[in-house]
């Protein structure tokens, strides 16, 4: 599967932005999906996942209450909506796809990843 985020961008502390994730190939309802970012110098981390139905979700704690994972089967497409943004969210987020029954926080479980998009917080 090919995937391609977007909806990055330059926002105020506070604000609000929707970033998408549409995933080539007819498979995608398959696959567990997932958010990760990477801020620079720093390692890549988890934000959340959603499991292939949709009925699963898992955020990372810095995100909890602000940011939701959800996912358009019909689509082909996983977004992260996310509010209250603060300067310490800007980094690059990935989207990432895996197989199997779990939803999974961790980057290895995941096997095809997006280009990343930049989403800057300013203060």
């Known amino acids: 599967v090919q995937l391609q985020a977007s909806g990055g961008g330059l926002v105020q502390a506070g604000g609000s932005l929707r970033l998408s994730c549409a995933a080539s190939g007819r498979t995608f309802s398959s696959y567990n999906m997932g958010w990760f970012r990477q801020a620079p110098g720093k390692e890549r981390d988890f934000v959340a996942a959603?499991?292939?139905?949709?009925?699963?979700?898992i955020y990372a704690d810095s995100v909890k209450g602000r940011f939701t994972i959800s996912r358009d089967n019909a689509k082909n497409t996983v977004y992260l909506q996310m509010n209250s943004l603060k300067p310490e969210d800007t980094a690059v987020y990935y989207c990432?796809?895996?197989?199997?029954?779990?939803?999974?926080?961790?980057?290895?479980?995941?096997?095809?990843w997006g280009q990343g998009t930049q989403v800057t917080v300013s203060s």
């Open positions: 959603i499991s292939w139905g949709g009925g699963s979700t």
């Open positions: 990432a796809a895996a197989t199997g029954g779990s939803v999974y926080s961790t980057p290895n479980r995941f096997h095809y």
